[in-house]
């Protein structure tokens, strides 16, 4: 319960930000509302997965894991919509910006969509192998760390790759400005990239755990 509200509890401040970038007039008329749903709705919805866990084991895992996958995924885009508000009055420049063309075309966007998951992907690690794989600190080895390595680059060249080719190669669609659209380039990005971690911490990374 402890997990269930905490994760709770940052899933709704992380929101926020994304919110306020994706739909400003929403998150006018409805911060206040934000925090309050995530505290109750996330404890509930892992109480109702614990249940049916009790029957279907797997079912357990995986609504720990999806929980922790929204947690880190409103990290990562928590932290690109800061970015996208602070980067031109701090950095002096614009998301759209081109740094660089090697190969293929670094954008400022790209540069910002790679700090949010390594962030998103730091806070996953603890999570996944306290919490949803139960494993204990104490647990941990080199290989393990390697195998998490392997895995995260994989997962990381997905969601970053994906949600900065979505973000130059497409137009933004509808009336989106160009964080908006950043912003669907990173939920692409992210369902893709979460499929692939769920897989490999599961199978690979903490592959010795039995749950219950």
Not at 32 to 40: K, T, Y
């Amino acid at each position: 319960m402890f997990f269930g509200i905490s994760a709770g509890l940052l899933i709704g401040l992380l929101a926020l930000p994304v919110l306020h970038t994706a739909k400003p007039a929403l998150y006018a008329q409805y911060w206040w509302a934000i925090v309050p749903l995530f505290l109750i709705a996330t404890p509930l919805g892992l109480y109702i997965t614990y249940l049916i866990g009790k029957k279907i084991s797997v079912v357990w895992q995986i609504g720990k894991f999806g929980v922790i996958g929204v947690l880190n995924t409103l990290v990562d885009w928590g932290v690109l919509a800061v970015l996208f508000a602070v980067g031109p009055r701090w950095f002096g420049v614009q998301t759209e910006q081109v740094l660089v063309t090697v190969g293929a075309t670094i954008t400022v966007y790209t540069i910002y969509k790679a700090i949010s998951f390594i962030i998103a992907n730091i806070n996953s690690y603890y999570w996944n192998k306290s919490w949803t794989f139960a494993r204990s600190l104490a647990q941990k080895t080199k290989a393990e760390f390697l195998q998490f390595f392997a895995v995260s680059l994989i997962g990381f060249l997905l969601n970053v790759g994906i949600a900065s080719y979505v973000f130059k190669a497409i137009a933004p669609m509808g009336n989106m400005n160009v964080d908006q659209w950043g912003l669907v380039g990173a939920a692409i990005g992210s369902i893709v990239g979460l499929a692939w971690n769920f897989l490999g911490y599961k199978f690979i990374v903490f592959k010795e755990t039995i749950v219950a």
